[in-house]
Protein backbone atom coordinates (compact mmCIF):
# COMPACT_ATOMS: atom_id res chain seq x y z
CA UNK A 1 0.00 0.00 0.00
CA UNK A 2 1.63 3.26 -0.94
CA UNK A 3 0.61 6.64 1.01
CA UNK A 4 1.15 9.97 0.57
CA UNK A 5 1.10 12.53 2.91
CA UNK A 6 0.91 16.22 2.86
CA UNK A 7 1.39 19.10 5.41
CA UNK A 8 2.49 22.38 5.96
CA UNK A 9 -0.62 24.18 5.23
CA UNK A 10 -1.73 27.19 7.26
CA UNK A 11 -3.11 30.55 6.98
CA UNK A 12 -1.08 33.34 5.59
CA UNK A 13 -0.91 36.85 4.92
CA UNK A 14 -1.29 37.93 1.43
CA UNK A 15 2.53 38.16 0.03
CA UNK A 16 3.52 35.26 2.79
CA UNK A 17 5.42 31.87 1.96
CA UNK A 18 3.97 28.34 2.98
CA UNK A 19 5.96 25.33 2.56
CA UNK A 20 4.46 22.15 2.10
CA UNK A 21 5.53 18.75 1.81
CA UNK A 22 4.49 15.63 0.49
CA UNK A 23 5.91 11.97 1.97
CA UNK A 24 5.28 9.15 0.23
CA UNK A 25 5.86 5.73 2.11
CA UNK A 26 4.75 1.79 1.64
CA UNK A 27 5.47 -0.22 -1.34
CA UNK A 28 6.80 1.37 -3.88
CA UNK A 29 7.79 -0.24 -6.94
CA UNK A 30 8.57 2.35 -9.33
CA UNK A 31 7.99 6.18 -9.41
CA UNK A 32 8.06 8.90 -12.40
CA UNK A 33 6.99 11.66 -10.77
CA UNK A 34 5.11 13.64 -7.60
CA UNK A 35 2.61 16.35 -8.58
CA UNK A 36 1.08 18.75 -6.82
CA UNK A 37 -2.82 19.76 -7.25
CA UNK A 38 -5.14 21.89 -5.44
CA UNK A 39 -8.60 22.57 -5.26
CA UNK A 40 -10.72 25.70 -4.29
CA UNK A 41 -13.78 25.75 -2.84
CA UNK A 42 -16.57 25.63 -6.14
CA UNK A 43 -13.62 24.97 -8.68
CA UNK A 44 -12.39 21.73 -10.51
CA UNK A 45 -9.12 20.23 -9.30
CA UNK A 46 -5.87 22.17 -11.06
CA UNK A 47 -2.23 21.14 -11.86
CA UNK A 48 -0.17 23.41 -9.65
CA UNK A 49 3.52 22.12 -10.06
CA UNK A 50 5.60 18.12 -10.98
CA UNK A 51 9.07 17.20 -10.49
CA UNK A 52 9.81 13.89 -12.40
CA UNK A 53 12.13 11.60 -9.55
CA UNK A 54 15.29 10.32 -11.20
CA UNK A 55 16.06 13.79 -13.86
CA UNK A 56 14.51 15.99 -11.24
CA UNK A 57 12.58 18.21 -14.13
CA UNK A 58 10.10 20.45 -12.85
CA UNK A 59 7.01 21.90 -14.21
CA UNK A 60 4.66 24.90 -12.98
CA UNK A 61 1.67 25.80 -13.70
CA UNK A 62 1.23 29.19 -15.68
CA UNK A 63 -0.75 30.94 -12.42
CA UNK A 64 2.59 29.77 -10.20
CA UNK A 65 5.35 30.97 -12.50
CA UNK A 66 7.66 32.60 -10.45
CA UNK A 67 6.29 32.46 -7.12
CA UNK A 68 6.33 28.23 -6.38
CA UNK A 69 9.50 26.25 -6.39
CA UNK A 70 9.41 22.16 -6.21
CA UNK A 71 11.84 20.01 -5.07
CA UNK A 72 12.60 16.83 -3.41
CA UNK A 73 14.85 14.57 -1.11
CA UNK A 74 15.30 11.06 -2.44
CA UNK A 75 16.57 9.98 0.85
CA UNK A 76 13.49 11.19 2.60
CA UNK A 77 11.15 10.24 0.04
CA UNK A 78 9.67 13.76 0.03
CA UNK A 79 8.71 16.38 -2.06
CA UNK A 80 8.51 19.97 -1.17
CA UNK A 81 6.78 22.95 -2.63
CA UNK A 82 8.04 26.61 -1.25
CA UNK A 83 5.14 28.80 -1.80
CA UNK A 84 6.08 32.38 -2.15
CA UNK A 85 4.39 35.82 -2.67
CA UNK A 86 1.19 33.97 -1.73
CA UNK A 87 -2.40 35.64 -3.52
CA UNK A 88 -5.61 35.25 -2.23
CA UNK A 89 -6.53 33.35 -5.22
CA UNK A 90 -3.72 30.58 -4.02
CA UNK A 91 -6.81 29.53 -1.36
CA UNK A 92 -7.45 25.82 -1.65
CA UNK A 93 -7.05 22.22 -0.48
CA UNK A 94 -3.39 20.71 -1.85
CA UNK A 95 -2.79 17.84 -2.83
CA UNK A 96 0.15 15.58 -3.42
CA UNK A 97 0.15 12.56 -6.06
CA UNK A 98 2.44 9.63 -7.42
CA UNK A 99 2.99 9.12 -10.84
CA UNK A 100 4.64 5.62 -11.16
CA UNK A 101 5.43 5.62 -14.92
CA UNK A 102 5.34 8.10 -17.85
CA UNK A 103 2.40 6.99 -19.41
CA UNK A 104 0.03 6.49 -16.73
CA UNK A 105 -2.22 8.78 -14.46
CA UNK A 106 -1.67 9.95 -10.76
CA UNK A 107 -2.42 7.19 -8.95
CA UNK A 108 -1.50 7.56 -5.10
CA UNK A 109 -3.17 10.22 -3.39
CA UNK A 110 -2.81 12.21 0.00
CA UNK A 111 -6.10 13.66 1.69
CA UNK A 112 -4.24 17.36 1.22
CA UNK A 113 -3.71 20.18 2.94
CA UNK A 114 -5.46 22.96 3.47
CA UNK A 115 -3.82 26.76 2.47
CA UNK A 116 -5.72 29.75 3.28
CA UNK A 117 -4.28 33.41 1.94
CA UNK A 118 -6.10 36.15 3.76
CA UNK A 119 -5.92 39.68 1.86
Known amino acids: QVQMVESGGGLVQAGGSLRLSCAAS????????VGWFRQAPGKEREFVTA????????YYADSVKGRFTISKDIAKNTVYVQMNSLKPEDTAVYYC????????????WGQGTQVTVSS
Open 97 to 108: ALQVSRRSEYEY
Open 26 to 33: GRIFSRYA
Open 51 to 58: ITWSGGSA
